[in-house]
Each structure stands twice: as structure tokens, then as C-alpha cells.
């Protein structure tokens, strides 16, 4: 399958297709989400567009390099899971042997680490100098359904995605909040009252992150509103009366603005910075 034809989490695929066509491929990603998504999948899709030579951004999924990843039998992709009930360091030191050779294809080895979650502490020790040190052109893909049980410093070297389950009634709540305070930006609402709202989702980080994903959702359908005309890439179909109004009254110029705010509040979420100065913060980017 190609990136483009993944159904939910819009944004991630938007980001995927984005840094691959700007050749801004990062050593390390972290795909979390739970049983109910295909993180497999794209990661699969993801590897496809990276590797492809046909594909713009995304893969062409029918030359021999996106067959062969269909198939399975791609050379450079290599893939370790859980052993019993964990991946243990033995796997990663060999791991470790396996991409410091040469590709056999192209520039880059790839892997793909399911069950993440499961490493042993020694094991995520041996890969965290992995993470530190990559080898150029290696691309390690780590699949979690919890990310809890992850060291910090494993997560703080990679590009985090988070992908979500769009029917749970925790992230129609985190919608209607993303819907409530985009509203509030679009009418100018003072920052109190703003902050005020926003203060309900300061509680973790997770939850923060939940918020930015479900407010570039909500800013994406009201961009493509405007530009397709068949309205196949709007996510929210359920909501398509307040997409046409808020479309009307948002100017482009806001939306990409707002775009931008997200993707440094997520950075910034990333490196660790509070919480709720990192959310005040994005709402007084897009405010100015
Ligand atoms: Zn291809």
C-alpha cells in the first residue's frame, strides 16, 4: 500500500510524505498506537516511500524495490521482534553487526523493531548507542503499543508519531477541544480565556500531544475545504457544515501560521519543555 491510501491519521502520513520528499529522513522513528492500527503497515508504506526511486514523497508500490518490501524480501530491510516475551540484548547486539555492513540495494539499511516495547533494559542500553551514534543512512523504526516502557533517552532520539484510533471517546473529547480553541483563535478571543481552555489538556504530555494532532486535523480540513472539491481528504465527514463555515471565515495565511506553531509545540513537547508554557506558547505564535 502507498502512504497516500492509509485511512486515518492524515497528519502522519502528511509528515511521512513531507520528509521524504524533502530528503529530511530521520535515524530513528518511533510509530506508538495501539492493537487497533496498522503500525506495521506504515511503517512498511513509510520504508517504501523512503527507499523508492520512483515516488515523489510517497512510493510508486509497483517497482521492484516496493515489491520486494510487499513480498517481504527486501535485502536492507531488516526486521527483529520480541523472542518469547521480550527482544533481548543478545538480538540487538547482532543487529548492531548487521547494519554496520553495506547496504546490498542502496544507500540505506533499514529496520524495523516491533514489540518495541518489550526490550529489556540492557537491550534498550545497547540500542541507545545506536541512537546516539547512527550509522549514516541506517533508519530504525520502533513499533510500540506503550511507550511507557521506554527510556526516556530512547524516546528523546526519536521522531515520535503517534497514531490514533479515531472512534475512542477520549479523542472526540480531545476534538472538541482542538474545534473549541481554533474557534477562539479565529474570533480573536483574549489569551485568558484562551490559556483558560487550554489548561484542560496541560495534564501530561500525551494528552498535549493529542491536542496539536487533533488541532492540525481540525486546520487541515478547513485548508482542504477550500481545494478539493470532491472532499475525499476530509477526515472529519461527520462535521462537514462547521468545516464549510469555519473554512469560509479562516484565511490560508492562518492555517499555515497555525501549521507551523504545531510543529514547533511538538518539537518542543519532544525535548521536554513544560507542558503548558509549550501550549501558551504555540497559541501566542498563531495569535501575532
Ligand atoms: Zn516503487
Redesign the pocket.
Known amino acids: 500500500m502507498a502512504l497516500k491510501d492509509f485511512k486515518g491519521n492524515e497528519n502522519i502520513v502528511e509528515r511521512m510524505i513531507r520528509s521524504v520528499r524533502n530528503r529530511s529522513i530521520s535515524h530513528a522513528y518511533l510509530l506508538e498506537g495501539d492493537r487497533s492500527v496498522d503500525k506495521l503497515g506504515l511503517a512498511e508504506s513509510f520504508v517504501?516511500a523512503i527507499l523508492?526511486?520512483?515516488?515523489n514523497g510517497d512510493?510508486?508500490?509497483?517497482?521492484t524495490?516496493?515489491r520486494k518490501i510487499s513480498h517481504g524480501n527486501h535485502e536492507d530491510l531488516i526486521y527483529l521482534e520480541a523472542d518469547g516475551s521480550s527482544i533481548k540484548d543478545e538480538a540487538i547486539e547482532e543487529l548492531q553487526g548487521r547494519i554496520k555492513k553495506k547496504p546490498y540495494d542502496g544507500e540505506r539499511n533499514i529496520v524495523i523493531l516491533k514489540d518495541a516495547d518489550t526490550m529489556t533494559l540492557r537491550a534498550q542500553n545497547r540500542l541507545l548507542k545506536t541512537l546516539e551514534e547512527p550509522t549514516p543512512g541506517t533508519v530504525i523504526i520502533l513499533l510500540s503499543e506503550n511507550t511507557e516502557n521506554l527510556a526516556q533517552t530512547i524516546l528523546s532520539r526519536c521522531v515520535i508519531f503517534k497514531l490514533k484510533t479515531f472512534e475512542t471517546q477520549e479523542y472526540k473529547n480531545v476534538l472538541e477541544g482542538a474545534i473549541l480553541i481554533a474557534g477562539m483563535l479565529l474570533e480573536g478571543r483574549p489569551f485568558y480565556e484562551i490559556s483558560g481552555k487550554l489548561s484542560e489538556f496541560t495534564a501530561n504530555r500525551n494528552l498535549a500531544h493529542e491536542l496539536l494532532d487533533a488541532m492540525e486535523t481540525w486546520y487541515r480540513d478547513l485548508a482542504i475545504y477550500r481545494y478539493d472539491s470532491k472532499l475525499q481528504l476530509i477526515v472529519h465527514k461527520d462535521k462537514m457544515d462547521e468545516i464549510r463555515d469555519k473554512s469560509r471565515l479562516c484565511p490560508a495565511s492562518l492555517v499555515e501560521k497555525a501549521v507551523g506553531a504545531l510543529e514547533e509545540a511538538r518539537s518542543d513537547l519532544n525535548r521536554n519543555l513544560n507542558v503548558s508554557y509549550t501550549l501558551k506558547n504555540m497559541i501566542l505564535k498563531i495569535t501575532l
Request: net charge neutral.
Open positions: 517504501k523508492c526511486k520512483e515516488g512510493c510508486c508500490d509497483s517497482c524495490t516496493c
